[in-house]
């Protein structure tokens, strides 16, 4: 990370770590703590809750949802995540909203895009962006941080680049088209084998699970199903 912020004359101190703890088992993640994590991302709600459960004794542990959430199992995240990276849809921010706001409670939000224009993938069109992002003062406990994208799994850099450029420049388009857009200051966008290129492309936040844990045994359509 911090050679990547080195080649194009950023500080690393810009860019957070989000260690993606996905099928990682409960001793793994404390001897992660042990090395100084302290945040945790996640793609299931199930999962996470069992995780945030069973680590109770770590509370400086901050937990992050980076996967799609259905309507029905809002009430769980909004009790334990201190952040949710995958917001698409009025629906989503409403049910969350409603039970943050039960528990008196706020969340950092990333609005998702879908910047690689693929089926298979959640996420806004970036043509809808803007205009969502105009809706959601409304949700007066969702905290709007940035943006988040998945870019296109392809061994074509400059493909992928794109997906990250886009992202950039739709958040530019927020500051400048949006009252406040200024807050939406984030770019959550690079994993294992693309976050330097994220990073060299603008990122605030990689979102790293392989290159820390090791492989995974399970596909990753089983992480991030299709739509």
């Given at each position: 990370m911090a050679r990547a912020c080195r080649r194009v004359d950023r500080d690393p101190s810009e860019v957070r770590l989000l260690p993606i703890s996905k099928t990682?088992?409960?001793?793994?993640?404390r001897l992660s703590v042990a090395a100084g994590c302290r945040e945790l991302g996640e793609n299931k709600v199930q999962e996470a809750y069992r995780k945030w459960e069973a680590l109770s004794d770590l509370p400086e542990l901050r937990w992050s949802l980076v996967g799609h959430l259905q309507t029905n199992k809002a009430k769980r995240v909004a009790?334990?995540?201190?952040?949710?990276?995958?917001?698409?849809?009025?629906?989503?921010?409403?049910?969350?909203?409603?039970?943050?706001?039960?528990?008196?409670?706020?969340?950092?939000?990333?609005?998702?895009?879908?910047?690689?224009?693929?089926?298979?993938?959640?996420?806004?069109?970036?043509?809808?962006?803007?205009?969502?992002?105009?809706?959601?003062?409304?949700?007066?406990?969702?905290?709007?941080?940035?943006?988040?994208?998945?870019?296109?799994?392809?061994s074509d850099s400059s493909w992928v680049r794109q997906c990250f450029v886009r992202l950039r420049e739709l958040r530019e388009r927020i500051r400048q088209e949006v009252p406040d857009g200024d807050r939406v200051a984030g770019l959550s966008?690079?994993?294992?084998?693309?976050?330097?290129?994220?990073?060299?492309?603008?990122?605030?936040?990689?979102?790293?699970?392989?290159?820390?844990?090791?492989?995974?045994?399970?596909?990753?359509?089983?992480?991030?199903?299709?739509?």
């Open positions: 990682v088992d409960e001793a793994r993640i009790r334990f995540a201190s952040e949710f990276q995958a917001l698409d849809s009025p629906r989503v921010a409403e049910a969350l909203d409603r039970r943050l706001q039960a528990l008196g409670r706020g969340l950092d939000v990333f609005v998702q895009v879908n910047t690689s224009g693929e089926a298979s993938k959640y996420g806004l069109p970036p043509e809808e962006v803007v205009a969502f992002v105009r809706r959601l003062p409304a949700y007066a406990s969702l905290r709007v941080r940035g943006l988040m994208t998945l870019a296109l799994l392809s966008m690079g994993m294992s084998g693309d976050f330097e290129a994220a990073i060299e492309e603008g990122a605030t936040v990689v979102r790293v699970g392989q290159a820390i844990y090791g492989a995974r045994s399970l596909p990753d359509s089983h992480f991030w199903p299709s739509p």
